[in-house]
Each structure stands twice: as structure tokens, then as C-alpha cells.
């Protein structure tokens, strides 16, 4: 299944729905599990990809995914309404799109877009690729703008203006933060953005699923059980919707968010 390009109805059979409260990490091991999979020539409707992929969070819903994917070189036309929002975080390649009226735009390793339902144009895989992806909308979602897609940047090197530190949650944390939306559908259920933070720690039941991927910094979580995740830059982690315990962050995190209200 191509991620990037179609939901087969053969794909939305085959999904893991996770209502559990464990966090879920992306690390070297879910890197090592995609590099067993084997590579396949996927129709996308469009075009055919040699591509793989590894679902790694479905929400009980079923309309949201995350996930990591992998292809060789391609290109396609979308000459009908991309179906979902699509988050796609590069780790290796390029893509390249084009609008219809023609506009260009290039996204390498360390930059990020999110590609809105109802989107067309012009697709391109221009280097072999690996991508972090989020997917909003599977069953259904409205934007404010369907005809934009949102690059971000890398935020390691490029300056976002993330606003000043403010106290965050005060009543339950010693942390203050700033930050940015990038972007939000209209019911603001999906919405992604960068944040950044002091030290410090906020404790509480989470109320949506989160994926996070700190750029600088680390996360620690600690359940109300006693264990404990740490994710440093590379890696990410999905806090579910029903998880309870601790976010630490040790020397504060600049991380990229992700979160799904059901």
C-alpha cells in the first residue's frame, strides 16, 4: 500500500486498531522491521511504486494512521482530489509537487509538509525515499484550504518566530513553552505543529493521541506503573489517547507534534 498516494480498500482491511494505553515508540527496531519488509509494486490508481510500508498507530476510529514508508524513484499526475490530509516528515530522499497552475516545490531530508484532502497536481519521488507519515481523514475531515500544501522547514536550521515563553499548564506543571500550528482541519481533530520547552515536567491522563519527535532534547514518560520511555532526537513516540503518567523533559525539547481527537 503507497501511503503517500491512495488508501486501498485492501489496506483499510488489513489495519491494526489500537485502543491500548501503552506508549508506542518509533525507534532503530521499527527501522530494522521496515528493512525486512520486502519491497512490492504498488497500483496507487494513479501510478505504479516499488514501495513498502509499516503502519505503526490506527486509531479506533480508523481515520487516522502513523507510520513510516519507504520508495524507490516515481512520479505521478493526481488529476483528482488527494482523499486525507497527509503529514510526511523526510528521513531520506526528495519529492518534489507541482501544483496545477505550475507552481514547484522541493522537500529534502529534515523538512516536512502536509499535503490537505482535495489537493492535485503533479508528484514526484525524485531521490529513493523514507518517510515518517501521519494521516488524517481516512473515513472524513474538512480543511479551511484544500488547495495548499504547508512546507515546514527543518526547524534545526531555519528560525520560526515560536512567539515568547509562556507558563504551560501551571496548575499541574513547572515547564514554560512557545510554539507554532502549522496546521489545523476545521474541527482542529488533527492539527501539527512545533513546540518548544524549558525543563521541567507536566503530569495527567493525555486526552488525544500525540505523536511527538523531538529535534533537540529528550522526552521521558513514566507511567503511573513506574516504567519508563526516553526518546532523543531520531526516534518518536505515540502517547494514546488513554495513556496516565509523567512528561519529562530533562533540559526542555524543541519537538515536532502531532495530535488526533476522535
Known amino acids: 500500500m503507497n501511503k503517500l498516494l491512495t488508501f486501498t480498500f485492501i489496506f483499510l482491511s488489513s489495519m491494526h486498531f489500537s485502543n491500548a494505553s501503552e506508549l508506542i515508540q518509533l525507534n532503530q527496531a521499527t527501522f530494522d522491521e521496515l528493512e525486512a519488509i520486502q519491497f512490492e509494486s504498488t497500483d496507487t490508481g494513479y501510478a505504479e511504486f516499488s514501495s513498502k510500508d509499516l503502519e505503526i498507530f490506527t486509531s479506533s476510529d480508523e481515520n487516522f ?7 524507490r524513484t516515481g ?12 503529514y510526511m516528515y523526510i528521513l531520506e530522499g526528495e519529492i518534489v509537487t507541482k501544483t496545477v497552475e505550475g507552481h514547484s516545490h522541493t522537500y529534502r531530508q529534515g523538512e516536512s509538509f502536509i499535503m490537505p484532502k ?5 508528484f514526484s519521488i525524485s531521490k529513493d525515499l523514507k518517510i515518517i507519515y501521519a494521516v488524517d481523514g481516512i473515513n472524513q475531515t474538512e480543511n479551511h ?3 495548499h500544501i504547508v512546507k515546514i522547514n527543518d526547524p ?13 499548564y501551571p496548575e499541574q506543571s513547572n515547564i514554560t513553552a512557545r510554539g507554532i500550528t502549522f496546521f489545523s482541519n476545521k474541527a482542529e481533530t488533527f ?14 491522563p493525555a486526552t488525544y493521541h500525540e505523536f511527538m519527535y523531538p529535534l533537540k532534547g529528550e522526552i521521558v514518560l513514566t507511567n503511573s ?5 526516553v526518546t532523543k532526537p531520531g526516534q518518536g513516540v505515540i502517547v494514546p489517547a488513554n495513556w496516565d503518567g509523567e512528561f519529562l523533559v530533562p533540559q526542555g525539547v524543541l519537538k515536532i507534534w502531532i495530535i488526533y481527537q476522535e
Not at 65 to 71: A, K, L, R
Not at 191 to 204: A, P
Open 65 to 71: 494512521v502513523v507510520g513510516i514508508y519507504q520508495s
Open 75 to 86: 512520479s505521478e499526475v493526481i488529476d483528482s482530489p488527494y482523499p486525507y490530509n497527509e
Open 118 to 122: 482535495g489537493w492535485m497536481g503533479d
Open 145 to 147: 484550504d484544500d488547495n
Open 156 to 168: 534545526r536550521i531555519f528560525d520560526y518566530d515560536l512567539g515568547e515563553y509562556e507558563e504551560y
Open 191 to 204: 492539527q501539527i505543529g512545533l513546540w518548544e520547552s524549558t525543563e521541567g515536567s507536566i503530569s495527567g
Open 225 to 229: 506503573n513506574g516504567e519508563r520511555l
